[in-house]
Nanobody, 126 residues
Framework: QVQLVESGGGLVQPGGSLRLSCVAS????????IGWFRQAPGKEREGVSC????????YYADSVKGRFTIVRDNAKNTVYLEINSLKSEDTAVYYC???????????????????WGQGTQVTVSS
């Protein structure tokens, strides 16, 4: 059974940092493109980043470029999302997902992904 489990969320002050983890079981993450999404209350799920399983290429939404870094650790079957300089608008539930291919084609869309985690809450507030 395929399972993706996110962790690492929490309450953090503006300007702070977090490292989110996405641990997989039942599949080998480096065979898939892995995306991170977020969903704030009342808003659609938004693509944040993706790392390709074929060549390690990374992709970021404009709103997070320079602040978020996606990192794959194949030995741990884990993908991380390192988040710096957090802003209140980053408050959301963050999800990881496994793409239907090894690539990140249309990575910012929900439909290319076959498997999703349950999410981890990130709240940015003073």
């Amino acid at each position: 059974q395929v399972q993706l489990v996110e962790s690492g969320g929490g309450l953090v002050q503006p300007g702070g940092s977090l490292r989110l983890s996405c641990v997989a079981s039942g599949l080998t993450l480096d065979y898939y493109g892995i995306g991170w999404f977020r969903q704030a209350p009342g808003k659609e799920r938004e693509g944040v980043s993706c790392v390709s399983g074929s060549d390690g290429s990374t992709y970021y939404a404009d709103s997070v470029k320079g602040r978020f870094t996606i990192v794959r650790d194949n030995a741990k079957n884990t993908v991380y999302l390192e988040i710096n300089s957090l802003k209140s608008e980053d408050t959301a539930v963050y999800y990881c997902a496994a793409h239907s291919t090894r690539s990140c084609i249309r990575w910012y869309k929900v439909d290319p992904y076959d498997y999703w985690g349950q999410g981890t809450q990130v709240t940015v507030s003073s």
